[in-house]
Structures are given as structure tokens and as C-alpha cells.
């Protein structure tokens, strides 16, 4: 059985409010400052502190933390099609 489903299509100017939209939902920042995630000279910050203080936020799955040595690069938390549900991130095949 073949899974189809169907997606939005967004224009640019719709996609990028949806963006902000989706920033507002999930406000990344908001959970730092809560959980008291800030960068310190005198306290080491690791990944799984991040991803906890997310995951405890939005509930479903931990989000993808991408870091360069020391330093975080990107956060990033996948919606469904219709940006409603948090979602596991899937690699896309090309």
C-alpha cells in the first residue's frame, strides 16, 4: 500500500509567516531563559541540557542539535505539513 499524503502549498510571503508563526509557537529562547540555559564563563552548557529543556517544552521528540566544536550552530525542531504537531525529523532522500 502506498502512503500518500497530502501537503499545503505555501507561497513565499505565506511560508515565511507561517515561519514566524512557527517561531512564536516554539519559542526556543523562551525555554533557555526558563530553565536558566544562557551562556556563562563559568558554567559549561551541554547538548542534553539543551535538548531536554526543549523536549520538555514541546513534549514529543528531542529536537536536532547541530554544534561546531564548542559552539551551537542550529536548533532544529520539524513540524507536521500543516505546522501544527512537533514531529521527528526524517532525512529526506534525494
Known amino acids: 500500500m502506498v502512503?500518500?499524503?497530502i501537503y499545503?502549498?505555501?507561497s513565499q510571503v505565506t511560508y515565511l509567516w507561517k515561519?514566524?508563526?512557527l517561531r512564536l509557537t516554539?519559542?526556543?529562547?523562551?525555554?533557555?531563559e526558563v530553565d536558566h540555559i544562557y551562556p556563562d564563563d563559568n558554567r559549561f552548557v551541554v547538548v542534553s541540557d539543551i535538548s531536554n529543556?526543549?523536549?520538555?517544552?514541546i513534549g514529543s521528540v528531542h529536537p536536532t542539535i547541530k554544534c561546531s566544536g564548542d559552539y551551537?550552530?542550529?536548533?532544529?525542531?520539524?513540524?507536521?505539513?500543516?505546522g501544527?504537531?512537533?514531529?521527528?525529523?526524517?532525512?529526506?532522500?534525494?
Open 84 to 94: 501544527v504537531q512537533v514531529i521527528e525529523c526524517r532525512k529526506i532522500l534525494a
Open 72 to 82: 551551537l550552530v542550529e536548533i532544529v525542531i520539524c513540524f507536521d505539513s500543516f
Open 3 to 5: 502512503d500518500v499524503h
Open 19 to 21: 515561519a514566524v508563526d
Open 26 to 32: 516554539a519559542n526556543v529562547l523562551g525555554f533557555f
Open 53 to 57: 529543556a526543549i523536549w520538555a517544552k
Open 8 to 10: 499545503p502549498y505555501y
